[in-house]
């Protein structure tokens, strides 16, 4: 077989492998094109409104670019490794709920790298035992840990192509990388996924673009408040479903509006993953818009404010600010007569970081002509000691 998928950022993405190819027929993965890669930024970027599908699929696009690269360099990839790795990337989404990360932990209390392992698991029943290996690589417990680097890493084809995506989509070119040329340099040595040192220009610009687009788009001010909004919104409608009030939901968003779904509940309760697989963003959408109707005025509002983007203000600051957040406080009792109970759902405080390299964690290795092995945080180089990214 053969088919061709023309990607905007990419350009051709060509799939040849039946089982792929059937994995992206599946319901299950059709799903992703119903949800927003990037939640509510199109609220400020117009344009952002690409899917988890269309990152997904570039995502397997750039790993399957990675892995021929290192076969060229001579690693060692067999062919059921090589399906192996295009699975696990191109399922590595597959968890994610509706609006993304922004209703992560709230509408469904759990991390969407867990249920994206309990959708793997479900789908390699249904194929008879061919995702194994897959799972291996995506759960990092695979012998051969590049494979999971190339998956999951401070360097990994995910990123490489959310930042490429992301940029193409908001018009935001401090986010332009070349990811092109990064593959080029990828190579394994003892196990490990390492840049060759005619790469580390191209590896910094990652860092620096990731950085930015972190400032100017991930962590901008009305991206923020209207993330934080939807947030407060699912908590009142749960509330109010959790007192006894009926609200109108779709059958997958009311089961999770009154039942838990954490990690026991969804191991406990198959309902759990069929409900959460027929969720995405049309469900709070429809929803949104029918409880702006509401006869609840804290929910009615809050909808209806999401609706006509009138927003709340963000206000940044190193340490909380105690004699702002008792004005802001008394300011909002007034105007909208609220209980002290129900303040919580216009005047919050959130832990937002900027941090764009974790040297402790997963780092981006160095290969020296010479042999040598250092973190790119060691390199005695100007634009790494210039501060512009590592803190």
Not at 11 to 25: H, M, N, P, S, V
Not at 106 to 119: C, P, T
Not at 236 to 242: F, N, T
Request: glycine letters at 4%; charged letters at 25%.
């Amino acid at each position: 077989m053969h088919k061709i998928i023309n990607d905007p950022v990419h350009g051709f993405i060509t799939i040849k492998d039946e089982l792929i190819y059937q994995i992206i027929a599946h319901p299950d993965y059709q799903r992703l094109r119903r949800i927003k890669q990037m939640a509510l930024a199109y609220l400020v970027y117009p344009g952002a409104v690409h899917t988890r599908l269309h990152h997904s699929l570039g995502a397997y696009h750039l790993m399957t670019l990675a892995l021929n690269e290192l076969r060229l360099k001579g690693t060692d990839i067999s062919d059921e490794e090589f399906q192996a790795a295009q699975l696990a990337i191109l399922l590595h989404d597959i968890g994610h709920g509706p609006f993304s990360h922004a209703l992560e932990h709230s509408l469904v209390d759990m991390h969407h790298e867990e249920l994206s392992l309990m959708i793997m698991e479900r789908l390699n029943k249904q194929f008879n035992g061919q995702l194994d290996m897959a799972r291996a690589i995506f759960k990092g417990t695979y012998p051969k840990r590049f494979l999971h680097q190339l998956v999951s890493s401070q360097l990994d084809v995910d990123r490489l192509d959310y930042l490429a995506r992301d940029s193409f989509f908001t018009g935001v070119s401090e986010g332009v990388i070349g990811y092109d040329r990064i593959i080029k340099m990828l190579c394994v040595k003892d196990d490990q996924l390492l840049i060759e040192e005619k790469g580390i220009h191209s590896a910094e610009n990652f860092l620096i673009a990731r950085r930015l687009m972190y400032m100017q788009v991930y962590m901008h001010k009305t991206v923020l408040s209207s993330e934080l909004m939807l947030v407060n919104i699912l908590k009142r409608a749960k509330e109010l479903s959790r007192t006894g009030q009926k609200l109108f939901a779709t059958p997958a968003l009311d089961f999770f509006l009154n039942h838990e779904s954490d990690r026991l509940a969804f191991e406990k309760d198959e309902q759990c993953l069929k409900y959460f697989l027929e969720l995405d963003d049309s469900d709070i959408n429809a929803a949104i818009k029918v409880w702006s109707r509401s006869g609840d005025v804290i929910l009615s509002d809050l909808c209806e404010r999401l609706l006509s983007r009138k927003l709340f203000k963000v206000v940044f600051s190193d340490q909380p600010d105690r004699d702002l957040f008792a004005q802001l406080k008394n300011q909002i009792q007034v105007q909208l007569n609220l209980d002290d109970k129900d303040l919580h759902y216009y005047l919050m405080q959130e832990v937002s970081s900027n941090q764009t390299y974790h040297a402790e964690n997963e780092r981006i290795r160095i290969l020296f002509k010479n042999g040598t092995e250092l973190d790119i945080s060691e390199v005695d180089h100007s634009l790494i000691h210039a501060g512009l990214w590592y803190q």
